[in-house]
């Protein structure tokens, strides 16, 4: 009996496990639908997002790379010829050789330019001055203004005679240049411009700025530190990730310069002796003026390469100097 | 229950998406309630001026029958070219465009316009100027209609003639005429001019124009072969360089950069006494420079007997690959470059249109200088010249503007700027 009670029991306690086994299982599935469902609103919601990626952006993307091997034509051509384009652009395009070399030149004036320029002002903006939120609008006013009309107000600014810019120059005796009329003008006058709208990098830094603890200039203060001195040690290495997004950011965006010369200079065409014929304009008339778009195809590709390149050095060099604060920069 | 709703919301978000990207083909009716066949008409002409024009032209020919329902849709400048590649190749063009006269071959070597010669017989092609006619075949067929061209004039300031002591109804014929009467128009206050009587390259002109002007008439393509490099084409060069010396380069500058805003013509403003520009320049003269005394001459021949020799552009109108209704946009494209609605245009424009039965009728319908600047620039079509692109050089302009750039920056001399091009351009040959 005691036995078989004890098996009742033992069946008992098997039953009760087996039952709790049971919920616990009937739980986890439970649980795990409702975290498929979840998941399944999650996907549907950025599904426009994954639909529009696919479709809109890595499907050309691949479509381009697959053109960049071909001659097409957009409507009527598109036969295989290997690498054709590309040791087009190195062997018989001398525009693709003035347009790199525009491009890189604006390149490696305007990303130091800019970044300093807009550090610049966010230091003198950051000041606890009566009337500063005024300035802080009205630096950061230009970033607000769109594109074309901003560049037809520059080409006034910068006619030779009676732009407002030569005039000043005039005052301090200096005969100003003809600026876009002059080849050896036209990329300095457009650097001049992007400088304008440093706002936009400003308020970044500005913002960054705001967030430094005063503890530390407090600290540097008793220790005596010259302003100087506290922008070099403290503020520089506060702001420094910014730094870092905004020097890739405007590397990459100076690259891709194509609107200025679209519009400033006559009919597009990158003149005055092609000295604004950047890599994205000569891109341009490639596919739409004489429908090669198969060899602008394969310029993008290359430029895509090019920015990644320096991307990659920029982010490994960004290692040394980049501060985290809070972390190790991992 | 949040969760069914969020996934509801969800699935609409993707079914908006998705229609949004097939909608449009099928929204677009491609008939009207009545019956009628739509036919989409893309133009550029949506300024205040050209569009009730253009429109009234559509009303006309929509209301002349009961078949075809025309539809305008204005694109900008620009724009409108690039939108009609894309939509031919997407397969979905519109069925009527205005596009640029010189580039017909290579959108026919392209394969992005319809071949219109089933519909085109040569009674049709006679009424049009035949130098405008050439430049919409390719390969022994016709692929555009032309609708419209320009030709330039010169005009010049009578009352700065009778100041300068030179006969206002005797323009000069010569460029060396020209020159000596710009030297008598100039006005200069110690270091600073203050009228300019002429300058080659200010207006709608370019040096390209003097090249060919120089050259009787010879582009720089003739027949397949470069005809860049060529004794009066340097001459031509030179001789702008001459202008640019003796004005020098700061007035030069000067004035050239205050034209760039187009708000002050400078001949209007009777800064400049003498201006190359084509005919229409005539509404900016009639609406901004009612007291302006002006005339109107053919551009300087080179040398007497030379030819007076005007560069001329324009427009035609096409049929983009794969449009829908081929049949009812030629009938459209027929009515719109016949005389009733060419003439229209020309009376209102004072345009040249192609169709010459319709410019010589626009004629009598003008008075006063309206008339005398529009028969001067009629007449100028027999010494317009046409320089289609063409089809084994297309690009060919982006090669040869900075060789001229650089020469007239003084960077490198004629000979050597023209003799580049021309190694330049050949190796580009397709």
């Known amino acids: ?330 | 229950m949040k969760r069914g709703l969020a996934i509801i919301v969800a699935v609409f978000m993707l079914i908006g998406l998705l229609a949004g990207c097939s909608g449009e083909q099928k929204a677009d009716a491609e008939k009207t309630k009545d019956g009628k066949v739509v036919v989409d008409f893309w133009t550029f002409w949506g300024s205040e001026t050209r569009r009730p024009i253009i429109e009234k032209i559509i009303d006309d020919y929509n209301n002349s029958q009961d078949k075809v329902f025309v539809k305008h849709t204005f694109l900008p400048w620009g724009d409108i070219w690039t939108k009609n590649l894309a939509s031919v190749a997407a397969g979905n063009p519109a069925d009527v465009i205005i596009n640029d006269i010189n580039t017909v071959a290579q959108r026919a070597e392209n394969k992005q316009v319809e071949d219109l010669s089933q519909y085109i017989d040569d009674s049709f092609k006679q009424k049009f100027y035949p130098h405008l006619w050439e430049t919409v075949e390719y390969e022994g067929k016709s692929f555009a209609v032309p609708f419209n061209t320009d030709t330039r004039l010169l005009f010049y300031n009578k009352t700065a003639f009778k100041e300068a002591g030179l006969d206002p109804e005797k323009p000069p014929a010569t460029w060396a005429e020209l020159e000596e009467y710009a030297k008598k128009l100039d006005v200069k206050d110690g270091d600073r001019y203050e009228r300019v009587g002429f300058y080659p390259l200010w207006g709608s002109v370019g040096a390209s124009s003097w090249m060919t002007n120089a050259d009787s008439g010879k582009g720089f393509i003739e027949d397949g072969e470069l005809t860049i490099n060529t004794p009066k084409k340097v001459e031509a060069l030179n001789w702008i360089l001459d202008w640019k010396e003796r004005l020098g380069e700061n007035t030069v500058q000067a004035f050239q950069a205050e034209f760039g805003s187009e708000q002050a013509n400078p001949f209007i403003a009777g800064k400049v006494a003498m201006w190359v520009d084509v005919g229409t320049f005539y509404t900016q003269l009639r609406d901004y420079g009612q007291d302006v005394d002006f005339g109107v001459a053919p551009i300087p021949a080179n040398e007497e007997g030379s030819g007076n020799w005007s560069e001329g552009g324009g427009f035609v109108v096409e049929i983009p690959k794969g449009a829908k209704h081929p049949e009812e946009a030629m009938d459209f494209i027929k009515y719109l470059t016949d005389v009733e609605a060419q003439k229209y245009w020309s009376v209102k424009n004072y345009d040249n249109v192609a169709n010459i039965e319709a410019a010589e009728a626009a004629l009598n319908e003008l008075e006063g200088p309206d008339k005398m600047v529009y028969e001067a620039s009629v007449k100028n079509l027999d010494q317009t010249k046409m320089f289609p692109v063409p089809v084994e050089y297309p690009d060919y302009h982006s090669r040869l503007n900075p060789h001229i750039d650089n020469a007239l920056l003084g960077k490198t001399s004629p000979e050597k700027a023209l003799e580049e091009a021309e190694e330049d351009i050949e190796k580009m040959k397709k």
């Open chain 1, 1 to 330: 009996m005691k036995s078989s009670d004890s098996t009742l029991v033992h069946t008992e306690t098997g039953s009760k496990v087996i039952r709790e086994r049971q919920t616990a299982e009937a739980a986890r599935t439970k649980g795990l639908s409702r975290k498929a469902k979840d998941n399944l609103a999650g996907y549907l919601f950025i599904s426009p997002w994954i639909i529009g990626f696919l479709g809109l952006t890595l499907g050309p993307l691949l479509f381009s790379l697959a053109a960049s091997f071909t001659d097409y034509n957009i409507t009527s051509k598109m036969n295989f010829i290997g690498l054709e384009n590309y040791k087009r652009m190195f062997t018989m395009d001398d525009l693709f050789r003035t347009s790199l070399f525009n491009t890189l030149y604006y390149v490696i004036f305007s990303v130091p330019l800019t970044t300093a320029g807009a550090i610049l002002l966010a230091v003198l903006l950051n000041q606890k001055i009566k009337g500063m939120k005024f300035f802080r609008t009205i630096y950061y006013l230009p970033a607000v203004l769109s594109g074309v009309a901003v560049y037809f107000l520059w080409m006034q600014l910068l006619s030779p005679s009676t732009g407002l810019v030569n005039t000043m120059l005039g005052w301090f005796g200096i005969d100003g240049p003809a600026w876009l009329f002059d080849p050896e003008w036209t990329k300095p006058a457009l650097l001049l411009m992007k400088m304008w709208s440093v706002g936009g990098g400003m308020l970044l830094y500005l913002a960054i700025m705001q967030g430094v603890s005063p503890q530390m200039y407090e600290a540097a203060d008793i220790e005596g530190a010259s302003p100087w001195q506290k922008f070099y040690h403290i503020t520089l290495p506060m702001i420094s990730p910014i730094i870092f997004f905004d020097v890739i950011t405007s590397t990459i965006g100076a690259f891709q310069i194509f609107q200025e010369a679209y519009v400033m200079t006559e009919n597009g065409s990158g003149g005055p002796g092609n000295s604004l014929l950047f890599y994205n304009l000569h891109m341009w008339n490639n596919a739409f003026e004489v429908f090669n778009m198969g060899y602008a195809s394969a310029m993008a590709w290359l430029l895509f390469i090019i920015v990644m390149i320096l991307t990659a050095v920029n982010m490994k060099l960004g290692k040394r100097w980049v501060h985290y604060e809070g972390g190790d920069g991992k």
